[in-house]
């Protein structure tokens, strides 16, 4: 049974976005640190792809666990937590895409000096990643219909 709040088009919606990117970062995904540092356009590509998925992923997060009637917490990372703990991804998936906000907030505030070799590295992280939340969302969205 479809939860009251739950509005499948928006988190569909949301689930198409990340196979687009997901399909971007495909075709990047053997960069190196040095291509991007070479290569502005690409390295603001790659960023943007990056931010967007996680960006994408919580709003998919907040979206189901307010329409279950659960917080997730202050904390865009604390989002995949609660996923978790509702039994809709894995734990361990949970973990692994918690490191792609902590990613995010540093590419989007640039709390540091960006480690180019860190990006790179993570785009195929971020593709195995995206692809099996994506799998995992779209097969809980079956199971409430």
Known sequence: M?????????????????????????????ITGEEL?????????????????AD??????????SSLGETAGGEARSTFDKMAQLGIIPRALATELKLSVGLRNVLVHEYVNIDLNKVAESV??????????????????????
Do not use: C, K
């Open 2 to 30: 479809t939860p009251s709040g739950l509005v499948e088009s928006v988190v569909q919606r949301r689930l198409t976005m990340i196979d687009r990117l997901v399909g971007a970062a495909e075709s990047r995904r053997g």
């Open 37 to 53: 540092d070479r290569d502005f356009d690409t390295r603001l590509i790659v960023e943007r792809i990056l931010t967007q998925l």
């Open 56 to 65: 994408l992923a919580v709003d998919i997060n907040a979206h189901i666990t």
């Open 124 to 145: 195929p992280q971020a593709i195995d990643s995206y692809t099996q939340y994506r799998r995992q969302i779209a097969r809980w969205l079956l199971e409430q219909r």
